[in-house]
Structure formats: structure tokens, C-alpha cells
């Protein structure tokens, strides 16, 4: 229950920051919240890459009842979840398609960055941006914006 929610509070999110309503969901509201927004900025374990599709496809139904949308609405929305899934495992993959900020907390995190601990955190930065550009790209990949 615990990873379900996780990935429910990342629709939610998504949906609340997108258009600033976590019910209001559209085929092209999955297509950027699969092939983009959460390659570039979330890092999930591979079991939540797996899980995510059905847990999304669980939510829109929800929000489609919520709502009351046409049966045909939902359809659509839920055949998004099916065209987008094989981009959205891909992407999750592919480091070039990750966001400046979720590939420095993944090196953070390959370095066993303790995050609940400012100081360190604070002087792993001061080190990170101490090394010469080249090598902060190449442990980072080149900084995608979003």
C-alpha cells in the first residue's frame, strides 16, 4: 500500500502543479506526466516503474467515478496509459532524458548521501561544485531544464 500511494501522491502532484487540479486529467496530461515529467524529475525504483502504469491507470478510474466523466472519456484517458507506457519505461532509463536536479540527487544518492544530514549535504555540493565543469557534466549528464 505504501509504494501505491507514493505513486498516487505523484499524480497528484504532477496534476496539482500542471493545471492546479489533481482530478483534471486529459491523454495529454498523461503523455507529459509519463514521456516527460517524471523521467526528467522522479527517480523510481524499477518495481515503481513497473508498478506505476497500473497504479495511474487505478487513479484515473477513480477520478473518472469522482467525476462522473462518460464512460468514453475514461476510455481515451486510459488508452493514453497504454500508448505512452513503453516511452515512459524507456525514458526512465535513458539519463538523457533526466532533469539537472534528479540526476545530481542520484549521484548524491550512488555516493550514499545521508539527506537528512545539512552538513553533509552542504559539503558534498561545496565539493561537487569545486570540480572542474567537465567532469560535474559528466558525472551529472548535461543539466535538461523543465
Do not use: C
Not at 495511474?56 to 467515478?65: D, E, H, M, S, Y
Not at 475514461?74 to 539537472?100: C, H, I, K, N
Amino acid at each position: 500500500l505504501g509504494r501505491t500511494t507514493d505513486l498516487v501522491r505523484w499524480a497528484i502532484d504532477f496534476a496539482a502543479d500542471y493545471h492546479g487540479d489533481p482530478l483534471r486529467w486529459s491523454p495529454i496530461v498523461v503523455e507529459l506526466f509519463l514521456a516527460d515529467w517524471l523521467p526528467g524529475k522522479v527517480n523510481l525504483e524499477a518495481g515503481e516503474v513497473e508498478a506505476l502504469p497500473g497504479v495511474l491507470r487505478a487513479w484515473l478510474r477513480f477520478v473518472g467515478q469522482k467525476r462522473s466523466f462518460e464512460a468514453r472519456l475514461v476510455a481515451e484517458t486510459l488508452a493514453a496509459v497504454d500508448a505512452y507506457e513503453a516511452d515512459f519505461r524507456e525514458a526512465m532509463a535513458d539519463s538523457s532524458r533526466f532533469g539537472f536536479a534528479k540526476s545530481l540527487a542520484m549521484q548524491m544518492q550512488d555516493d550514499s548521501m545521508d539527506f537528512s544530514d545539512d552538513a553533509a549535504v552542504k559539503a558534498w555540493i561545496d565539493d561537487f561544485n569545486g570540480r572542474p565543469l567537465d567532469e560535474r557534466i559528466e558525472r551529472t549528464g548535461s543539466p535538461r531544464l523543465h
